[in-house]
């Protein structure tokens, strides 16, 4: 049964910081490449956020991030949890979302439900 859990998300006011989390199962995680997305209500899904494969990569470990999120936002990746992580740091309004963790490779292409990011006074 192939997973992807998100949490850690929840309401905070603006500057505040959060850690997102997702934890996978049901496939080799260490075989896939992973991305953070955001969709907030009207808008258009946007990519946060990605790490590549390590298997076999020489690439593995530069994640990439949307320019609205360089700076700010951190993603790594623990291949022995079979978790990936988003750090938001100075989050502001525009950020709230729904934030969906992707799993793909050539062949698959996995997500999860999301977990809710609300910012707000």
């Known amino acids: 049964q192939v997973q992807l859990t998100e949490s850690g998300g929840g309401l905070v006011q603006p500057g505040k910081s959060l850690r997102l989390s997702c934890v996978a199962s049901g496939f080799p995680f260490i075989t896939y490449n992973m991305r953070w997305y955001r969709q907030a209500p009207g808008k258009e899904r946007e990519w946060v956020a990605g790490i590549t494969s390590a298997d076999p990569n020489p690439l593995y470990g530069n994640p990439l991030y949307g320019e609205s999120f360089a700076g700010r936002f951190t993603m790594t990746r623990d291949n022995a949890r079979n978790t990936v992580y988003l750090q938001m740091n100075n989050l502001k309004v525009e950020d709230t979302a729904v934030y969906l963790c992707?799993?793909?490779?050539?062949?698959?292409?996995?997500w999860g439900q999301g977990t809710q990011v609300t910012v707000s006074s």
């Open positions: 992707n799993a793909y490779n050539w062949q698959n292409d996995y």
